[in-house]
């Protein structure tokens, strides 16, 4: 059984930084991309950032080019997200998930419950 398991979240002030972390288990995702996403309330689930395979491209968001680094260890079969310079707006839900297919930027199919970040100004 699959399971992508979410930490780090938590409550920190503006200009702040939090690092969360995804661990996967059930199957290795060494050849699969993973990404973040997040969901504020009475918002739809909005891309935050993914990463391939190897580690070698990655694709952000508008919003967070610049604050908010991604990357992962293989070895751990874990993805992570670096945010600095935290906003009251990246306040929201936290999810990871991760590509089925392997060796592609396609859609997404599993997914983590999620870690709340919260910002305060």
């Known amino acids: 059984q699959v399971q992508l398991v979410e930490s780090g979240g938590g409550l920190v002030q503006a200009g702040g930084s939090l690092r969360l972390s995804c661990a996967a288990s059930g199957r290795t995702f060494s050849r699969n991309t993973m990404g973040w996403f997040r969901q504020a309330p009475g918002n739809e689930r909005e891309f935050v950032a993914r990463i391939s395979w190897s580690g070698g491209s990655t694709y952000y968001r508008n919003s967070v080019k610049g604050r908010f680094t991604i990357s992962r260890d293989n070895a751990k079969n874990t993805v992570y997200l670096q945010m600095n310079s935290l906003k009251p707006e990246d306040t929201a839900v936290y999810y990871c998930?991760?590509?089925?297919?392997?060796?592609?930027?396609?859609?997404?199919?599993?997914w983590g419950q999620g870690t709340q970040v919260t910002v305060s100004s």
């Open positions: 998930a991760a590509s089925r297919v392997e060796y592609t930027l396609g859609s997404y199919d599993y």
